[in-house]
Each structure stands twice: as structure tokens, then as C-alpha cells.
């Protein structure tokens, strides 16, 4: 009989993303079994990131919506979608936290953008109560060096996570909303979130209305990842 012991997988991330995981875990936002996060620097698929915000709600007591038929019905791609988000998904939709695609898919392991996930957190902070927002983040002196590469869709959740310090920029004051949002920086922040909680809420609103989302479906290249011992890098958001 093997008496080795499991070798967790904790350790394949990074020091500055490791208490936010430890945390995560000891919350049930996710397990062992949750394998996609146990790689280092690996984008975070739409799929899961409406598992892990939903499992947030679900820790905090939120009520799940009981009827989520008709939100399956308005997914195109919804019988493609993996048994094993499908769920999440339908209780995220009808949460208003996140949307489909304008051709009606969802595609939930296309990876989410990093403006994508902006939208997704800023929209799952007004659901919680969160109301330290600007008035109209248009009037902060405040703008990213790559400012123009930002959907006019997202702006207003960039800044607002930005000024919650929830979701901040890559550093040289660079928030590249196209690129990739990884494992590490999904959980640090929906951690960050929950934090929010000690802060100043107003009364939760039970659905919100629907997330415009960019017009470009992004495609995702499906890959084997290999299983390592850590090693890898990735950027840490500051």
C-alpha cells in the first residue's frame, strides 16, 4: 500500500496569491477537486469564474434564485455548456453578475478578458450591497495609460473596482483589458470582495440589469496542461 501522502497542490501558486487561496479554500469557493486552479498562471475560463462569484453568494447565505429554467432557455450554447458549470452559470445570468455573448452563446470555457472580469466583479459588488463607488467615474482625474483600449462597456466598472482596490492595473499604470484574466487574480479579488462585506452596504438589489458585453466572441485554444511542481510565473495585480 502507498503510504505517501496526496501531495496538495496549494503550493503551485505564488507566494502573494497563496493566503488568498488558503482563504478561499477553508471557504469551499474551491476544492481539490477544482484541478483548472491548481496550475500557476493558468486564464480563468468564464465557466468558472461564475463558479467561484456564485459560491461566494452561496457562503454569505445569499438565496439561490429557485427558477432558473428561463435563463436556460435565453443561452443558445446552454447544451454545450459542461454539466459541471451549468448551475453556476444559470445562477450568475440570473443574478445579473454575468452575461452571454450578443450571438446568444456564453461559451464558458472561452477564457474571460480582464475587462470581462472587471464587469463581473463590479457588477457582484452592487449585488452585495458595496456602494463606495464615484459618482461619475468620468470626473476622476485618474485614468489608465491604456485607457483607449478599454470598452466604453466596461469603463465605468475598471474604474470603479479601481478605486475599491479590487481590481487594479499591471503596473507602469497599465490595466491591458484584453488580455487574460489568470486563476490567481479571479480568486484574489472575489476574496477581496468578500471583504467588502465590513464595509458600507446599501440594500442589495435582487436582480440587476442586463452586462453589455464586447461584440467579439473571443476564441480559446483548448490545450493539455501538464502537471508540475509550480515554478511558473505570473503578474501579480498591485
Do not use: H
Not at 68 to 97: C, E, M, R
Not at 118 to 126: D, E, F, I, V
Not at 218 to 236: H, M, R
Request: hydrophobic share 25%.
Amino acid at each position: 500500500e502507498n503510504t505517501e501522502p496526496k501531495r496538495s497542490w496549494k503550493n503551485c501558486w505564488d507566494s502573494w496569491a497563496q493566503p488568498y487561496l488558503n482563504k478561499a479554500m477553508e471557504m469551499g469557493l474551491i476544492t481539490e477537486e477544482d484541478t483548472d486552479f491548481r496550475y500557476n498562471g493558468l486564464p480563468c475560463t468564464r465557466g468558472n469564474m461564475a463558479k467561484i462569484a456564485t459560491r461566494a453568494f452561496e457562503y454569505l447565505k445569499e438565496e439561490d434564485i429557485a427558477d432558473t429554467s428561463t435563463y436556460a432557455t435565453k443561452l443558445k450554447d446552454y447544451s454545450d455548456i459542461p454539466d459541471k458549470f451549468k448551475k453556476y452559470v444559470l445562477q450568475a445570468y440570473g443574478k445579473g453578475i454575468i452575461s452571454g455573448y450578443e450571438d446568444g452563446t456564453f461559451k464558458p470555457n472561452n477564457s474571460i478578458t480582464r475587462e470581462e472580469a472587471s464587469m463581473l466583479l463590479y457588477k457582484t459588488a452592487q449585488y452585495m450591497g458595496y456602494n463606495d463607488f464615484y459618482e461619475d467615474y468620468k470626473l476622476s482625474d485618474y485614468k489608465y495609460a491604456d485607457d483607449e483600449e478599454i470598452g466604453e462597456w466596461a469603463k465605468e466598472a475598471v474604474y470603479q473596482m479601481n478605486k475599491a482596490e479590487i481590481m487594479t492595473g499591471m503596473g507602469d499604470d497599465m490595466f491591458s483589458p484584453k488580455s487574460n484574466y489568470t486563476n490567481e487574480q479571479s480568486i484574489s479579488t472575489i476574496m477581496r470582495l468578500y471583504d467588502l462585506q465590513n464595509k458600507p452596504k446599501s440594500t442589495p438589489t435582487p436582480t440587476l440589469a442586463p452586462i453589455p458585453e464586447p461584440t467579439e466572441v473571443p476564441t480559446t485554444e483548448e490545450t493539455d496542461i501538464p502537471e508540475t511542481d509550480g515554478g511558473e510565473t505570473t503578474v501579480q495585480e498591485n
